[in-house]
């Protein structure tokens, strides 16, 4: 697949279903993630759990691209951690004659003759680590698709797997006593439209087989999103310059606008409250400018300085020649011309000392929250779906006041697992059985100092489980390459049941964390990657490492956390390392508009208290943002 493309799908041939997601996060890298479930075979000791599943990552490296004359090469790694039930390492090699496009390839364990070993924690690889075994236990397979027209294809393939190995299969015992009646596979494929896909097969010499699977491209807006123009009023001409740049900057987007005429110099501030891109947000406020000086002001100003702001807290800035201004939205200069004349920067810290106009006291937010449990013993899925409303009060420059209310009116979360002696996540569950809850009710504070440097105190009822103080400190470094922090938290649980209510007789009085925070931003590749070193909320001390992928605003991550375990008496923690992944999509991509609202959400297990913290309301790191040198060198193109 290309890069950024994403596809999900469904697919069955007796005994096995599955259900599967992939995306090719970088050039060359897909990553494949997908539940294997056992028709028939209960899972073990757990008469409520349903049919057997197994859940695996897959990775595939294209390292070699396809050529005139040369095929394409990539190695795979199928489930190289956990249980490793469906485990292999192979290479393969792809040409496409047209019409035909070939496969061949070599792989271990489930390709090859023997099943491979449980991985528990670990990330094995026998075919670096082991590769004479690797040589020795694998099995070659291979394909042929021919294309009969778009959107039809015939397809042959040899599978070298021998069922009646695969031991550690929990559908060998009762499904494959013997060989498979034909390591011959055919099929049909139909791709009636580029999104979607559909498998009907022949498989193993007795099974019939299907597939489905839609794709599509992340960060690709379902709607294309369009802006219109700013249009003046009649009525508003007569006002003065200010009131109508105040007015023209409303209406488009921002808040907290303050105007200051210094001499020939304009200096404007105004916050943004409508645009995904800060970047984006400047270009649109510098036309807005543009227009109403032009007809009010030319020739007064020789300088303008405009200040975007979040929240009131200064972030970015454009200075620039009035007449450099007026040449590029008279289209006399391109926009690398106007860069070059003007200066864009990130280290601004103050705004005019004025009187703000359209200060947004009170705004809101209401999303559609829905979340997915994973492999509970009380049923593989448990899912709760229903709505998160903040209220959001900001009396001054970088405060909040908020309230949110979560509110499940279907909400399925069981467990029958215990809560561990030392629990500080294990014993979430009477949280999340909650219908009804109030989810945050706190303060937050943010400042800028002189020198980039970035504060946040929060204190309150944080999240849904703790409540406590929350603070944080931040910093932008070589031109904002990295990001450096220091953060902590002092809390104590809530009760469950209770709005306002703290835990009593918990295991611990109070929980205390601090870490030490790295952020690497690569906007080369959209790539940035989170270190967060120090002591968990049960006292655990670690490092959790989360790389995430920006599509045009989609965002997806995955973290690990690594932490010492000898402090939990308990099996299900000892020894366990925190992981999961997360996705998080901008509201514009399917409303045609602008928006600076996301939907998120994650995958990880919910029942384990190694490497955990707190839900922050706000995070500096994110707060910064792409508002550092390294990113705005490649977001000025936004301004147009």
């Not at 099974?207 to 802006?227: H, R, T």
């Not at 400047?282 to 702001?309: D, K, N």
């Not at 900001?394 to 030392?422: C, D, E, R």
Request: aromatic share 14%.
């Amino acid at each position: 697949m290309r890069e950024g493309r994403f596809r999900v799908g469904a697919a069955q041939a007796h005994p096995y279903r599955y259900y599967y997601g992939a995306i090719t996060i970088l050039p060359g890298l897909e990553i494949d993630g997908r539940i294997s479930e056992i028709i028939g075979v209960p899972a073990p000791g757990l008469p409520d759990y349903g049919n057997y599943k197994d859940k695996a990552v897959d990775l595939k490296w294209q390292f070699l691209p396809e050529g005139k004359w040369r095929p394409a090469v990539a190695l795979g790694l199928m489930d190289p951690h956990g249980t490793r039930l469906y485990a292999s390492q192979y290479i393969v090699a792809s040409k496409q004659i047209y019409p035909f496009d070939f496969t061949i390839g070599f792989g271990n364990g489930r390709y090859g003759s023997a099943p491979l070993p449980v991985a528990g924690e670990q990330f094995k690889m026998e075919m670096i680590t082991d590769s004479s075994s690797w040589a020795r236990d694998g099995h070659f397979f291979g394909g042929v698709q021919f294309e009969v027209s778009d959107g039809l294809m015939l397809i042959a393939e040899y599978s070298p797997i021998e069922y009646e190995k695969m031991t550690a299969d929990p559908a060998q015992s009762r499904y494959f006593q013997g060989p498979a009646a034909s390591r011959l596979n055919w099929g049909i494929r139909l791709r009636p439209w580029d999104w979607l896909e559909f498998d009907l097969t022949w498989q193993r010499g007795d099974q019939v087989g299907f597939n489905v699977s839609v794709a599509f491209d992340l960060g690709n807006p379902m709607v294309p999103i369009y802006e219109p123009p700013y249009r003046e009023k009649p009525d508003l001409r007569a006002s003065s310059m200010e009131k109508r740049i105040a007015r023209a900057l409303y209406e488009s987007g921002f808040s907290h606008i303050g105007i200051q005429r210094d001499g020939d110099h304009l200096r404007i501030e105004a916050a943004n409250n409508r645009y995904f891109y800060n970047m984006k947000a400047l270009g649109v406020a510098l036309r807005v400018v543009h227009g109403i000086v032009a007809q009010t002001g030319r020739g007064e100003f020789r300088r303008i300085s405009l200040t975007v702001t979040q929240n009131g807290v200064p972030v970015l800035e454009a200075r620039t020649a009035a007449e450099d201004l007026d040449a590029f939205f008279g289209e006399r200069f391109n926009v690398s011309e106007f860069l070059y004349l003007s200066e864009i920067r990130t280290d601004v810290w103050k705004t005019p000392d004025v009187r703000k106009e359209y200060w947004r006291y009170f705004d809101y937010v209401l999303k559609p929250d829905f979340k997915v449990f994973l492999n509970d013993p009380s049923g593989f899925v448990n899912y709760k779906l229903g709505v998160a409303a903040n209220v959001l009060f900001t009396p001054w420059q970088g405060s909040t006041f908020a309230a949110g209310l979560l509110g499940y009116p279907v909400n399925t979360v069981s467990s029958s697992n215990v809560p561990s002696s030392t629990p500080v996540r294990t014993d979430i569950v009477p949280y999340q059985q909650q219908k009804l809850a109030m989810g945050l009710l706190l303060f937050n504070q943010i400042r800028k100092f002189e020198g980039g440097l970035y504060g946040r105190v929060a204190a309150g009822y944080l999240e849904e489980q703790y409540a406590g103080l929350d603070w944080e400190a931040a910093k932008p470094v070589r031109d904002g390459r990295f990001l450096v922090g220091l953060s902590g938290s002092v809390l104590k649980k809530r009760e469950p049941g209770s709005v306002f209510g703290l835990k009593e007789n918990d295991w611990k009085d109070r929980y205390l964390t601090g870490f030490f925070n790295v952020r690497l931003n690569v906007p080369e590749a959209e790539l940035t990657v989170d270190l967060k070193s120090g002591q968990f909320l049960a006292g655990d001390r670690g490092t959790m490492v989360t790389v995430s992928r920006n599509f045009n605003g989609v965002v997806l991550s995955a973290w690990y956390g690594i932490s010492g375990t000898a402090m939990f008496p308990d099996s299900y923690n000892a020894g366990y390392h925190n992981k999961g992944i997360a996705i998080s999509i901008p509201l514009r991509m399917f409303t045609g508009r602008e928006s600076r609202t996301s939907y998120g959400t994650a995958i990880a297990p919910w029942t384990r208290d190694v490497a955990q913290d707190i839900t922050h309301f706000d995070n500096l790191f994110d707060f910064i943002g792409r508002n550092v040198d390294v990113y705005t060198e490649k977001d000025k193109r936004m301004i147009q």
